[in-house]
């Protein structure tokens, strides 16, 4: 068989052969095998040494063509997998942009920080001021100032996360009252303030005690003030935040600095004051702690306590939001449980 039919039969099998290529891998294999070093036309074309003078030109132009064609169709059937790859990859990564868009899911304030939200407008609504003070506080600050000397019974009341023998983690909001009070220049008008917080105590963790918590701390001092401002402030806030139709009442009770010392309770928001469960039958709920300010924290302070006097009062907002929302365990408020929160989604 003479080399041009050779070449022939080469190309005619190679172009078919390449017409049912179906991949870009069996393609090139092809290419290889075709077209390559060690395949059929190379040897072909080592072999035209042998052939006369006449026959080489015209077997080495056929030897050219038939590689010519080889890798056109080889490009052509590159060309068509790629563009079929592309198409495939387009209709299968399709966006639908008509779909409606996944929601993204925004948070929300915590229950807590609403309650301290809502206490904080109502005494801003009064002419309080909001004060902050510090979570790493001074003794001088948390006890001293606050008419508990050192070895005074009553700092047993509060179990106390001692920094070194002066500083500590402040037991309540009560000493910002005492930097604030240092602070006021009664020229400008009365005192009036609130300082809500966190503040930390060694308790152990229950359904209703945490080792930290938060308190609002309520102060006002001026001339002239008395039990009956107390109570109509108290009573404010307790209708507020628990309903208009709750009365208070205050029960005698003993804070170092304040004198005389209430627990305030609320009649229950539950039953009405009848007497249920949340209330343990007596129809009232003990809400906080208050009192006219003890002349020593005035005197401590460098105020002269027979012209000045005041009330003051320490909420522990976890237990304001425990009553309000029926939570019956504490801790619910930092497990951060998304479930737990979500309960009390509000629109900001
Ligand atoms: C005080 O801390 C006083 N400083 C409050 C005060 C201020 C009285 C001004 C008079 C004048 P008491 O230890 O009772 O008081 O705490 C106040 C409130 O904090 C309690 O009514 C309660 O709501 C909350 N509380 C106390 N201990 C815990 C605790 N371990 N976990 C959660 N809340 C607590």
């Known amino acids: 068989m003479s080399l041009k039919s050779d070449l022939e039969q080469l190309k005619e099998k190679g172009l078919a052969q390449i017409k049912t290529v179906d991949s870009t891998k069996v393609l090139n294999d092809i290419r290889v095998s075709l077209l390559g070093k060690k395949g059929p036309i190379t040897n072909v074309l080592r072999g035209m040494k042998d052939l006369s003078a006449e026959e080489r030109p015209q077997v080495g132009s056929f030897a050219n063509e038939v590689r010519d064609s080889l890798t056109a169709a080889i490009e052509t059937k590159k060309q068509e997998l790629q563009t079929q790859l592309l198409n495939e990859q387009l209709s299968a990564e399709t966006i639908d942009v008509t779909l409606p868009g996944r929601p993204v899911e925004i948070g929300t304030s915590h229950v807590l920080t609403q309650v301290q939200n809502d206490i904080e407008e109502l005494f801003i609504g009064m002419g309080y001021q909001v004060v902050d003070g510090p979570e790493v506080e001074e003794d001088h600050y948390n006890f001293e100032m606050m008419n508990m000397p050192k070895d005074h019974p009553a700092r047993d009341m509060q179990d106390t996360f001692y920094i070194t023998?002066?500083?500590?983690?402040?037991?309540?909001?009560?000493?910002?009252?005492?930097?604030?009070l240092e602070k006021h220049d009664f020229n400008q008008?009365?005192?009036?303030?609130?300082?809500?917080?966190?503040?930390?105590?060694r308790d152990t963790d229950d359904a209703t005690h945490s080792h930290q918590f938060h308190q609002i701390e309520g102060l006002v001092v001026d001339k002239h003030i008395t039990m009956a401002d107390l109570k109509g402030t108290l009573e404010v806030l307790a209708k507020h935040v628990f309903g208009a139709d709750r009365k208070i009442r205050l029960r005698p009770s003993y804070f170092p600095f304040t004198e005389p010392s209430v627990e305030v309770d609320v009649s229950c928001f539950k039953c009405g004051g009848k007497g249920c469960a949340v209330c343990k039958y007596t129809g009232w709920i003990e809400v906080l702690g208050a009192g006219m300010v003890h002349p020593n924290v005035i005197e401590n302070a460098g105020i002269d306590s027979k012209i000045y006097g005041g009330f003051a009062f320490g909420l522990g907002p976890d237990r304001?939001?425990?009553?309000?929302?029926?939570?019956d365990d504490i801790r619910e408020f930092y497990l951060n449980d998304i479930r737990f929160l979500h309960q009390f989604k509000v629109e900001d």
Do not use: D
């Not at 023998?165 to 604030?180: D, F, G």
């Not at 303030?193 to 930390?200: C, E, F, K």
């Open 165 to 180: 023998n002066e500083v500590l983690m402040r037991t309540h909001t009560s000493p910002v009252q005492a930097r604030t």
């Open 189 to 201: 008008g009365p005192l009036k303030m609130i300082s809500p917080g966190r503040v930390y105590r």
């Open 320 to 327: 304001f939001a425990m009553l309000k929302y029926g939570i």
